[in-house]
T-cell receptor
Framework: SAVISQKPSRDICQRGTSLTIQCQVD?????MFWYRQQPGQSLTLIAT?????????ESGFVIDKFPISRPNLTFSTLTVSNMSPEDSSIYLC?????????FGSGTRLTVV | AQKVTQAQTEISVVEKEDVTLDCVYE???????LFWYKQPPSGELVFLIR??????QNEISGRYSWNFQKSTSSFNFTITASQVVDSAVYFC????????????FGKGTRLSVIA
């Protein structure tokens, strides 16, 4: 099955700063998905990233806060901008393959 | 719109007991896919199974088994002879038009297996 390398695995950031999370897939995929998992909660979809077009954001998430890039079929980034403690979560990227959906190992973000 | 309900927030069992995790889904699509994922304390999501809506055959994989019933829109997961290593959060998820749409997750069930 395909593998997604996600980094950083964790970070502690100061409020007001930005963090960019990267996901590299070992094969080409059309769609990638970004999720947020707040402490003790389920996964919430942030946006869908299709190569060659702007990402589609879910209600409650905006591009200014969570800009996404998708420069090619194997790579995507999510930036968490102007961070506040409420952004402390695990962020995961995902892509779909024949047998299902593969996930990156997650980025555990703590904002202080 | 799709929805997945996992009514059990937390379950605690003693090692070697059997445990069933419930999952009920809602969708108007006739073609859909159901998934179970395991999330251990380390945080990564581990894929367990995918079923499509046309395959109601139950599946067994070692100590794991899944019961898919379209009549009740349920896709339940049973762990037989539970072990401490089974302690994790388990998510049931649903997608339609597999691959082009994101997964919709249930809220998850936290399973604690006590030695």
């Amino acid at each position: 099955s395909a593998v997604i390398s996600q980094k950083p695995s964790r970070d502690i950031c100061q409020r007001g700063t930005s963090l960019t999370i990267q996901c590299q897939v070992d094969s080409q995929v059309t769609m990638m998905f970004w999720y947020r998992q707040q402490p003790g909660q389920s996964l919430t979809l942030i946006a869908t990233a299709n190569q060659g077009s702007e990402a589609t954001y879910e209600s409650g998430f905006v591009i200014d806060k969570f800009p996404i890039s998708r420069p090619n079929l194997t790579f995507s980034t999510l930036t968490v901008s102007n961070m506040s403690p409420e952004d402390s979560s695990i962020y995961l990227c995902s892509a779909s393959f024949d047998r299902g959906y593969t996930f990156g190992s997650g980025t555990r973000l703590t904002v202080v | 719109a799709q929805k997945v309900t996992q009514a059990q927030t937390e379950i605690s069992v003693v090692e070697k007991e059997d445990v069933t995790l419930d999952c009920v889904y809602e969708t108007r699509d006739t073609t859909y896919y159901l998934f179970w994922y395991k999330q251990p304390p380390s945080g990564e999501l581990v894929f367990l199974i995918r079923r499509n809506s046309f395959d109601e055959q139950n599946e067994i994989s070692g100590r794991y088994s899944w019961n898919f019933q379209k009549s009740t829109s349920s896709f339940n997961f049973t762990i037989t002879a539970s072990q401490v290593v089974d302690s994790a959060v388990y998510f049931c998820a649903l997608s339609v038009n597999s691959g082009n749409t994101p997964l919709v997750f249930g809220k998850g069930t936290r399973l604690s297996v006590i030695a």
